[in-house]
């Protein structure tokens, strides 16, 4: 499976932007995604994710994004996007998104463990700045 990241860009304090997770090469029905982001000098973190799609599908959001920031997929677009709104300073960094398979399409993702995730982009630089 391979991942491309793009939407990035600088964007003002209180702003918006868009990234998108363009997936080729694999069932990506079988994927859970997760958006990841590394800031200069800090450890990555995990900042939203989204299970397969299932009955128990789940998304879940760090507490420094919940109500800014929402994920989505479509499965006929083989795409993942991170909707971000209000976007603060300390948003600024590298977003990453990857991805893990879930054969059984339990529709759990993780947020805390990326180390579980076999799949990486490249990554999209988001600066928030005036």
């Known amino acids: 499976l391979q991942l491309v990241e793009s939407g990035g860009g600088l964007v003002q304090p209180g702003g918006s932007l868009r990234l998108s997770c363009a997936a080729s090469g694999s069932s990506f029905d079988y994927y859970a995604i997760g958006w990841f982001r590394q800031a200069p000098g800090k450890e990555r973190e995990g900042v939203s994710c989204?299970?397969?799609?299932?009955?128990?599908?789940?998304?879940q959001d760090a507490d420094s994004v919940k109500g800014r920031f929402t994920i989505s997929r479509d499965n006929t677009k083989n795409t993942v996007w991170l909707q971000m709104n209000s976007l603060k300073p300390e948003d600024t960094a590298v977003y990453f998104c990857?991805?893990?398979?879930?054969?059984?399409?339990?529709?759990?993702?993780?947020?805390?463990?990326?180390?579980?995730?076999?799949?990486w982009g490249q990554g999209t630089q988001v600066t928030v700045s005036s």
């Open positions: 990857a991805a893990f398979s879930d054969p059984f399409r339990t529709g759990f993702c993780k947020l805390v463990e990326d180390y579980e995730y076999e799949h």
């Open positions: 989204i299970g397969t799609q299932s009955s128990t599908q789940e998304t």
